[in-house]
């Protein structure tokens, strides 16, 4: 996906929350955004959104002498989501369908932002997502494409949301599928590292991978090693985020999207409205 002028002004607001993250001194803070704007003054728009902001939030944690502002956000999104696991499990166990359900949580989950929302309620989000579904859901495809396959390659987001997308992928172990849980090789914003997704076992659940490339999404043509080989092998794929959804492209291999709407271009994108949810195959 293309990114839009739009964009700029998103990817300003979001420079200026990085550096709230570190200081609150206001000399600093012009200091990013005017690196941020020079950068942006030359931009190639026909690339993603993602792989732009990649590019502008590493400027930042330069200039702002800390490569990981949003540690202490992580963790905090990691505890909230903690504090509604058991919830999640116990409605999965009771469901008639315990993937959907799975689904609708940790697709709930992807409310947590460490940059354009700003504060959010995670367990509210969840039982919004669990009480009033998906406005696109492709679902059922889902379901017709996984009786096919073997191999699944999960695309996590966020820290704090990876606590959910465990819970789906046991629901794909379940059903007999190989999972392999692919996560960003370095940080950026509150997105899941290999540390985070290790420190709440997701490897019990899946083999844990991360793309090979510093930006956030997939954009194929950045990723190495491991990655390229799961995405090669993969029956299906199954993502997370705005950002994968941006820079993910399959032609020959289903790919499912579940996303919580935070960008007014990537909702134009899918048809939808800011703030609602979705699950579109690409």
Not at 8 to 33: F, G, M, S, Y
Request: hydrophobic share 50%; glycine share 6%; charged share 25%.
């Amino acid at each position: 996906m293309k990114a839009s002028p739009y964009c700029l002004p998103c990817i300003l607001r979001q420079v200026l929350n990085t550096a709230r993250q570190v200081t609150e001194d206001a000399w600093l803070h012009r200091k990013v955004l005017s690196e941020a704007m020079l950068h942006l003054a030359k931009v190639d728009l026909d690339r993603s959104p993602a792989e732009i902001i990649s590019e502008v939030e590493r400027l930042a944690c330069k200039a702002l002498g800390n490569h990981d502002p949003f540690a202490a956000l992580k963790k905090q999104h990691t505890t909230a989501a903690l504090a509604v696991q058991d919830r999640v499990k116990e409605a999965i166990a009771a469901a008639d369908d315990p993937l959907r359900v799975a689904l609708l949580a940790a697709i709930g989950a992807n409310v947590l932002d460490g940059a354009v929302l700003g504060p959010v309620d995670l367990a509210q989000g969840v039982e919004l997502a669990l009480a009033q579904g998906l406005v696109l859901d492709d679902y059922p495809e889902l379901l017709k494409d996984l009786e096919g396959a073997r191999r699944v390659l999960y695309v996590c987001d966020s820290a704090g949301e990876i606590v959910l997308d465990r819970l789906v992928m046991e629901q794909l172990r379940g059903r007999g599928l190989e999972v392999a849980c692919a996560v960003r090789r370095a940080v950026v914003l509150n997105d899941a590292v290999r540390a985070d997704a290790e420190a709440l076992g997701l490897g019990e659940v899946a083999s844990v991978i991360d793309t090979g490339s510093d930006d956030m999404g997939v954009p194929v043509p950045l990723t190495a090693g491991e990655f390229r080989e799961h995405y090669q092998a993969a029956d299906l794929v199954l993502a997370k985020g705005a950002a994968n959804y941006e820079t993910l492209l399959r032609d020959d291999t289903p790919a499912y999207f579940g996303i919580w709407v935070k960008c007014p271009v990537v909702a134009r994108d899918l048809g939808v409205e800011v703030g609602e949810r979705v699950l579109v195959r690409r």
